[in-house]
């Protein structure tokens, strides 16, 4: 997220960032060398805390958040399963927003879907969306009964294509090319096929185009489309993403 905001912060409607990270990374360290962010400095009031903690770690981090945050700062929680209610009442602070980005922000291809606690206005929605437009598409506010599910689609989605792009390449060597061939191809393709969508393509329709019939397309998809295979997989794989977000979420509140 930082990577996408520090592409334009104007755009994002921040004046600064300031990155509470102990353990900064590498890049996050150089920004701080180069000026692009403050890190680690001592807590302020601020206008906008992200909470970007793993879930079960929010107990111990809210303890040290008080220095940060106003009656009137605006929160916005990347965690998993956790609560607007939990948030609000773990931190003093009334005005939640519950958001699921994907890492394809940090280039501003990304897509967010957020909730609103009730006690957020319509410039608290404003200032929400103008924070998460620079990171890609906004989807909100939603109903916050359907986060688990948005987790699981798009902010887990990525690695499931990742990961079909490393079993496409692993499928091309298998089938006789050489390593970087089959990487090539099977990377570009997945790329090729995501900016059609982009473009406002859909799915059905661009996977028909491809699709000659008894050819060698409709050969391949007559395996993915077996009873079990890629949609089965896809469901069974989405419900225990988002089952595993309600535990996150039971978890959070011991």
Request: proline letters at 6%.
């Amino acid at each position: 997220m930082a990577r996408g905001w520090l592409r334009d912060l104007g755009a994002a409607g921040l004046a600064q960032l300031d990155i509470v990270e102990p353990h900064a990374p590498e890049d996050v360290l150089a920004w701080s060398k180069d000026g692009k962010v403050a890190l680690n400095g001592a807590p302020v009031r601020a206008d906008v805390v992200v909470l970007a903690v793993k879930p079960q770690g929010f107990s111990d981090a809210a303890s040290g958040l008080a220095g940060w945050i106003g009656p009137n700062t605006l929160i916005i929680s990347i965690m998993a399963g956790v609560t607007l209610k939990r948030i609000a009442s773990a931190l003093g602070a009334p005005k939640v927003v519950r958001a699921m980005p994907n890492t394809p922000g940090s280039i501003g291809k990304g897509v967010t879907a957020y909730a609103l606690s009730t006690a957020c206005d319509a410039a608290d929605r404003a200032a929400a969306e103008t924070l998460l437009k620079p990171l890609g598409a906004v989807v909100g506010p939603l109903d916050e009964s359907q986060m688990d599910a948005v987790t699981a689609v798009s902010g887990s989605g990525p690695a499931y294509v990742y990961l079909f792009a490393e079993t496409l390449e692993a499928a091309g060597r298998a089938a006789g090319l050489d390593p970087a061939t089959a990487a090539i191809l099977a990377r570009q393709t997945v790329f090729g096929a995501g900016a059609l969508l982009g473009e406002g393509g859909d799915p059905t329709e661009l996977r028909k185009a491809v699709t000659s019939p008894g050819g060698t397309t409709a050969a391949a998809l007559d395996v993915f489309l077996a009873k079990g295979a890629l949609p089965d997989l896809v469901r069974k794989a989405v419900e225990a993403a988002a089952r595993r977000g309600a535990e996150l979420a039971r978890d959070a509140d011991k």
